[in-house]
Every structure is written in structure tokens, then in C-alpha cells.
């Protein structure tokens, strides 16, 4: 046992990943959001295909990809929490829920302005 009751060992490891994927499937079944975000990736994936970006574009352009998506699933997890927690008006439960939207945005505009840096020059070369 961990310090905190907890079993170690190799199923523990295997179940945090079950996990995982548990709670990947519920978002993206469940959450509109991460839905259109994984759209775009696929996008912005087949145009990196397509322009043949160097790796270093490929590097800044799966790290935000991994930053949106992560800031997205930490959004979902806290609107759950806070549903939980409270079905009626709170003003602080709003608070959490828009602040948690709002890194979310955050996290999209940097994903844009990078994708915007690493595409257009591509894009210019076109026409």
C-alpha cells in the first residue's frame, strides 16, 4: 500500500490509463468543444502534411494542438465538478466556469497566432 492507503502495481498503472481514455471518450462524445478542436487538428494536420513543415513547425504545432485539448478537458472536468457540486445559480460556481472557459480561449488564440506564423508564409508562397 501507498502512503494514502493506495494499491501499487502494474494494474493500477493499466487502470489510470483505462481511465484516461474513459474520460477522453465522455469529453469527446459529450463536448462540443473538443469536437470541433479535434476537427481543426486534423485540419491543420493535413496542411502540415501538405506544406511539408519543417519539425520544428511540427513541434509548435502538436504543442498547441496538446495545450488546447488539454485546457479543454481541464474546462470539462471543472463544469462537472462545479454540476455537481451545485444545480442552482452561484455566482462563484459562474466564476468557475467562465474562468475555466476563458484559459481555454487563451490557450485557442496563442494556437491561432502560432498556426498563423507557421501557415501563412505557406500560404503567401500559393499565390
Known sequence: MGSKGKK??????????????????HAYKNEQSLLIHFMISIVVILMGLYFKITNIEWIFVFLMIALV????????????????????????????????????????????????IVFLPYILKLF
Not at 481541464?74 to 442552482?88: C, M, P, R
Request: no cysteine; glycine share 4%; charged share 15%.
Open 69 to 116: 485539448m488539454a485546457a479543454e478537458l481541464l474546462n470539462t472536468a471543472i463544469e462537472n465538478v462545479v454540476d455537481l457540486v451545485t444545480s442552482d445559480f452561484h455566482p462563484m460556481a459562474k466564476i468557475a466556469k467562465d474562468t475555466a472557459s476563458a484559459a481555454v480561449l487563451i490557450y485557442s488564440m496563442i494556437a491561432l497566432v502560432t498556426g498563423l
Open 8 to 25: 501499487l502495481g502494474f494494474d493500477r498503472f493499466l487502470n489510470s490509463f483505462r481511465y484516461s481514455f474513459a474520460g477522453l471518450k
